[in-house]
């Protein structure tokens, strides 16, 4: 797929994940030796399955999140290693039963678990690191933690639930559709920034600034992701332009061109998300259609709004190595687009 | 279906369950009261689904376990309602996961709920009740107790996938099939006799005795079930005689046919599970050869086997009426057959 919609150029430095990535490599290395160590199991199949989507290169923001949030109120026990992992594999399980719920073919550019075991050893495995993600949260103790995390698994479990009960309603409005990628998306972000206050024992400000950071993070995030599907370098991330169009999926771009469309749009729009009729000319429609609402831009313009409130979260905190860090991620996950 | 195959009569009186039900009423009336409101979601869809299995009559026999095995070490406050609520949480998800593994259409008698709001919410509200039974377990506070169950929703999982690598191999061991249920079905018995004392503060070999109970009651039961599947009263549990088979399951009356079996049982037996040549003719020469190689009657016996262990677990304890029920339950599991 060539097409790529232009973008208005934001005239901004381009944002790196880089400090991030440096503050946290001692710990990660832990994280990614525990991570293999906990998906492993007698069973082969386990390691095998979970091992696939594990090595299949995300960038593991949220366990990052995790780990600088607990590093910004100076922990220096080895817990968040533990909830780091946690955070990970809660994140793994998710896209396991995501890519057998969306009948999804590839993820990240690769065949999907469900394709290459079955749909069976997805839900399964995903199960089975969700107890593991919840033993090692047991062995760190914190009672407060544990509240957080269960709270966010069963908040995105509902928000996948939500997000099947308006796939295909053309009539989702914008509310409705931060309703379900707060739940699906945010919750996880927002769980993986609080438990660093929460290891480190720090101020219930400091948890409540944190956790608005990671929930508006979140949506920030899933709303680029969302914008990347129809444009930007959606190919160098190991996303197909319009995947999320031939699924059917409603995300923002799309509920802005069908509520600024005229009638015959709107009517391309049903046709399409309603109906499945989502060719490649379908496609080529969906993408002139999403620049000439604007949609595109404006969805950044939205996740900038969240962005600056994730910003402003951690405005009164002291300035830390930690807290640059995860500022500039806020404007990563933003210029990813470009 | 009216093929019963004869079973040995044991000449024992019939247990019930009665007195495990009676001594758990008012608590289960709590229970239930919990289930309904941990099971509500703004999302439509959770309750409706959620509802749907847990109102088709299971006898809730974990959660009583729970009541029980608290009750039976004095333990007076309410976490035991949240522990055996989470624990009959932790089984219906395991149930939803389970019918979209298995392809299932029919669970009690009833359409599963996969037949009738698909897949996709089947795996999305097992994963919601899930996160809520974490949640309960996390209000309670109890770590022992965390540390307990998050083991054996690992443990479950992994149950399930092994279930799937054994599945459609007629080579199986009995040894295999055990290890099966020891995680599939027992752990969570297992689990949920051992978070009463827990809760309680009983001593470690309080724990350790209902943990054995548990286990071995759980292995009991499994076996007992399967055997409902070719014979005695399965018509009467919602059960249809032969499920397993046009399954293509492996379980223990399977694998003692098969190894006891001349050359020419072993070649249908790999026919009917290991190629899907399991029609009603196949049927009845299955039943035809479970009767010949007595393999109900003596998976009734290995039944036994695990039922004694699990009175003889209990047999230091001090006589109350909980234990009394919990030792006839053992009795009662058994005597489903008849």
Chains 1, 2 share one sequence.
């Not at 839900?123 to 690191?129: A, Y």
Request: hydrophobic content about 45%; proline content about 3%.
């Amino acid at each position: 797929m060539g097409v790529v919609i232009p973008l208005e150029d934001k005239n901004r430095n381009t944002a790196s994940i880089k400090p991030l990535v440096d503050l946290t490599k001692p710990d990660m290395g832990r994280v990614n030796q525990l991570i293999l160590e906990k998906a492993g199991s007698d069973v082969e199949m386990i390691p095998e399955v979970a091992n696939h989507l594990i090595s299949s290169g995300g960038k593991r923001l949220r366990p990052m999140l995790t780990l600088a949030a607990a590093s910004m109120f100076g922990y220096e026990g080895d817990g968040h290693v533990k909830l780091a992992t946690s955070v990970e594999f809660m994140h793994t399980a998710t896209l396991l039963h995501d890519d057998v719920v969306d009948e999804s073919d590839l993820r990240r550019g690769k065949s999907t678990a469900r394709m290459i075991w079955g749909n069976q050893a997805s839900v399964l495995v995903g199960d089975f690191l969700l107890g593991q993600a919840f033993k090692m949260m047991v062995d760190v103790g914190s009672l407060d933690a544990l509240d957080v995390l269960s709270t966010a698994a069963s908040i995105i479990a509902e928000g996948e639930v939500l997000q099947l009960s308006v796939a295909g309603n053309m009539e989702t409005t914008e509310d409705d559709y931060l309703a379900v990628i707060r739940a699906k998306t945010a919750a996880l972000f927002s769980a993986a920034a609080e438990v660093g206050p929460i290891i480190a024992g720090a101020s219930k400000a400091d948890r409540d600034a944190l956790r608005s950071y990671g929930t508006n993070l979140g949506l920030a995030f899933q709303l680029v992701d969302d914008v990347l599907d129809y444009g930007g370098k959606a190919q160098d991330l190991g996303k197909n332009v319009g995947d999320d169009f031939r699924e059917g999926k409603i995300t923002l771009p799309v509920v802005l061109s069908y509520r600024r469309g005229d009638d015959n749009d709107r009517a391309f729009w049903r046709s399409a998300i309603e109906e499945g009729n989502n060719d490649e000319a379908a496609l080529e429609t969906a993408l002139a259609l999403i620049a000439k609402s604007n949609a595109l831009n404006d969805t950044i313009t939205r996740a900038e709004h969240y962005g600056a409130i994730a910003r402003d979260a951690l405005a009164p905190l002291a300035d830390t190595p930690a807290k640059a860090a995860m500022l500039e991620v806020i404007d990563f996950c933003i210029d990813r687009i470009n």
